[in-house]
């Protein structure tokens, strides 16, 4: 979100001759695999891109499958969508587990190579009981008729999320499967009333992550903040065509517009 006084944020901008390690999470980490030069505009020069309102829905899903998943946690036992998606888990308890599910703070760990710290909150972890394999658990809400696959272009994010996951959980000693879970709530909206209430299936995906890429972002992330200027745009991102346009619009006779190199 921009600031409110309409200046840069001063707060949180990587300094490249700071010797304090400095903090990358999983959705920055995402933002500079998306695009450098938005990733560098925020974390260096303390330009954020506009905000998005909380998915308060989502959330509340999120907070639910949490509390019950709790439950079964506790009696250490599966949960029966899990048995009835022959997972052969149970929720894992871990003294950190807490932690690592909070958003400010998550899983971390401290890259030395870049002095880094990355982090990440996940939604849950399972277990085998008889291998001592963790799984990283994913919840996602959705309503939709169709089949939910992971196939579609923009769920490629969530499978990088779950990667980032599985690598910060082993660089933190866990003994992580390369199987991870997606727990997909999908809301039905073919209901004749919506009688306060929605409805949901549950299905458990599972995923096979390879964590092989991250070690390497983490490195052009690094490499991308030392940088003394603005890295090139992300090609085919509306929100830079937007601002092309709207900066030539405004400023038609600049010298910059006219050779339609704005950014
Ligand atoms: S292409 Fe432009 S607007 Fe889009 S993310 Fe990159 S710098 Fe930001």
Same mark, same amino acid.
């Given at each position: 979100m921009l600031p409110k006084n309409g200046y840069q944020r001063k707060r949180n901008l990587f300094d490249p001759k700071s010797p304090q390690p400095f903090r990358l999470s999983r959705s920055r980490l995402e933002n500079f695999l998306g695009c450098p030069r938005c990733f560098y505009l925020d974390r260096r020069l303390g330009v954020e891109p506009p905000g998005i309102p909380a998915f308060t829905l989502n959330s509340a899903v999120d907070a639910l499958l949490k509390t019950e998943f709790d439950l079964y946690r506790r009696q250490k036992k599966p949960h029966p969508i899990m048995e009835q998606f022959g997972v052969k888990a149970i929720p894992f308890i871990h003294p950190q587990l807490d932690e690592w599910r909070e958003n400010f703070k998550g899983v971390q760990f401290h890259h030395r190579e870049t002095n880094l710290i990355v982090t990440g909150a996940v939604d849950d972890l399972w277990v085998d009981p008889s291998s001592g394999d963790v799984f990283v658990v994913d919840y996602k809400a959705t309503s939709t008729e169709g089949r939910i696959s992971l196939d579609q272009e923009y769920r490629q994010a969530y499978k990088r999320q779950m990667e980032i996951y599985q690598w910060l959980l082993r660089k933190n000693g866990l003994n992580v499967n390369a199987v991870g879970y997606f727990v997909y709530c999908n809301a039905d909206? /073919?209901?004749?009333?919506? /009688?306060?209430k929605l409805e949901f299936s549950i299905e458990v995906i599972p995923y096979e992550g390879n964590d092989g890429w991250v070690e390497d972002a983490v490195l052009r992330a690094h490499r991308c903040l030392m940088g003394p200027r603005l890295p090139e745009s992300a090609e085919n991102c509306e929100y830079c065509q937007y601002r092309r346009l709207s900066f030539s619009m405004e400023n038609p006779r600049s010298e910059a517009s006219a050779q339609g190199e704005l950014f």
């Open positions: 909206k /073919s209901k004749p009333l919506f /009688s306060s």
